[in-house]
Nanobody, 124 residues
Framework: QVLLVESGGGLVQAGGSLRLSCAAS????????VGWFRQAPGKEREFVAA????????FYTDSAKGRFTISRDNAKNTVYLQMNSLKPEDTAVYYC?????????????????WGQGTQVTVSS
């Protein structure tokens, strides 16, 4: 069992930055790949970024490339999503998720554990 808790969301103006954190329980956190997903009102949940267990591989959706950076500190059992140059269309609830088995990065069906989400609101 892995418990995930997101933090760092909030209200920011367009062009601003936020850093989301995903804190995990458990002593084998490095065995899990972690992804960030988001869901805007009235839309389906979508992939944002993902990182492998030891941090060697990362994936980003096209809209996040160049603006968002995913990283992890396994000593702290935490994954981060640094979001820069935020746009109003980035407004959503952001979820982190952990995958312990087969993992290709973007497929949310491969993720076994999910956090409760943190709200990000970008004003224009």
């Amino acid at each position: 069992q892995v418990l995930l808790v997101e933090s760092g969301g909030g209200l920011v103006q367009a062009g601003g930055s936020l850093r989301l954190s995903c804190a995990a329980s458990g002593r084998t956190f490095s065995h899990y790949a972690v992804g960030w997903f988001r869901q805007a009102p009235g839309k389906e949940r979508e992939f944002v970024a993902a990182i492998s267990g030891r941090g060697f591989n990362t994936f980003y959706t096209d809209s996040a490339k160049g603006r968002f950076t995913i990283s992890r500190d396994n000593a702290k059992n935490t994954v981060y999503l640094q979001m820069n140059s935020l746009k109003p269309e980035d407004t959503a609830v952001y979820y982190c998720a952990a995958a312990g088995g087969k993992w290709s990065g973007r497929n949310e069906n491969e993720y076994d554990y999910w956090g409760q989400g943190t709200q990000v609101t970008v004003s224009s």
